[in-house]
């Protein structure tokens, strides 16, 4: 089709044949967003007509927003058609949340590809067309986008939140919605409406019902024009993120970046570096302005400053010359406190502790014997005795000598046995308490949440 000014509606399914064959493997489970609009219900039974030709495996989802007084309806439309068809069909009901700073379609789009992310299948396929496409450029450019979100939507990518390989397919992204509809009535198909397609309330049906129509009357090709513009936006995308790569180097690794690598690039490459990295750790975008700022906390700070730099559900902090992307933590569990029995784990609010039994280093089990050992959060003031002839140590010293930084520390759990700090993981265990050589221990290692305290 791509050949052709004035693509029909017959040649259809021979494109959308070719695209899955360009990517799904015989075998592969596809499961399509279906919403039982026009464009859904189109590639639904084009997905019907070649799941024997690629072959694959068809499954369908539905994601109820519940946001209109017809979505049980469109739940049951959709129901409906899958049972006719013989294909496996599931509805899941979200819950679109606008407190936190997200508008309406940006918070739909959130719950939906949380719905997406949990499904088991190698393919998400979605049926955005040309017009789509084009929509979502323009409205990119207007909101002031950088070049990625110039890009709009490619044909397939890795859906991130996701399980590993959880791909997104979009095999109608080069034809317009004209020839969904010459398609639909050539095959006699059903469909359903929503009505908050026709409110121009929204962003994008102000563009699609208001402006748009008058482009194409004096740029009847925007749509293409769009499409082609988006790709060389994609292109330089790329070309900047080879830059950021090279500028970066082995400086990144997981959350943690080492400033250093920063130091004397350009602004434009500190900036260019710094939306690498966000993006990598998958942070969204703050403004240019924002990210100004954040290159100028990060990198101009005194040594030994604390920077926390907040960017929503995620923060910024600068320890020892690396930069670390975080989640940020919910309410204060500072009180929280529990016992170990004798379980090989326990649950901790910002992850867990894990109990094993060695041989000559750890807890002495003999010490152990008729003995519970509390589990708390520092508090201040803990110290213990680390060597035989060492006097008491303050924990706060350990801690600085352990090189953690110091949103680690606050959450790290205590062990306490006779009221006395027995057990630091993973930084000291006290002389008293310590297995001998031969003598049968606990080792005790605490895994922190990896999206919450990771550091490196």
Known sequence: MASSKKPLADELPAHVSAILKRWIEPGQRVCLALSGGLDSVVLFDLLLSLRETVPFKLSALHVNHQLSPNAAQWSSFCADLCAQAGVAFKSIAVTVEQNKGLGLEAAARKARYAAFAAQPCDFLVLAQHLDDQAETVLLQLLRGTGLKGASAMPEARELESGRPGLMLLRPLLDIPRRVLANYAAGRSLRWVEDESNAASDFDRNFLRHEILPRIGQRFPAYRQSLLRASRHFAEAACLLDDLARIDVG????????????????????????????????????????????????????????????????????????????LRRLGKDTSAWAAEWRGESQVALPHGRLYFKTVTGRGLSVQKLQGCSLAINLRQGGEGLRTDERGSRRTLKNLLQEAALPPWVRCRLPLLFAENNLVCVPGVAVAWDWRAKDGEKGVAVEWHPLASDLKYG
């Open 250 to 325: 082995a400086a990144l690794k997981a959350n943690v970046l080492r400033l250093a690598a920063l130091q004397g690039l350009p602004s434009a490459r500190v900036h260019n570096a710094l939306r690498f990295y966000l993006t990598h750790c998958g942070v969204p975008m703050p403004s240019a302005k924002r990210l100004r700022e954040i290159g100028s906390q990060l990198l101009s700070a005194r040594p030994d400053s604390a920077v926390c730099i907040n960017l929503g559900e995620f923060e910024i902090r600068r320890f020892r010359g690396d930069a670390y992307v």
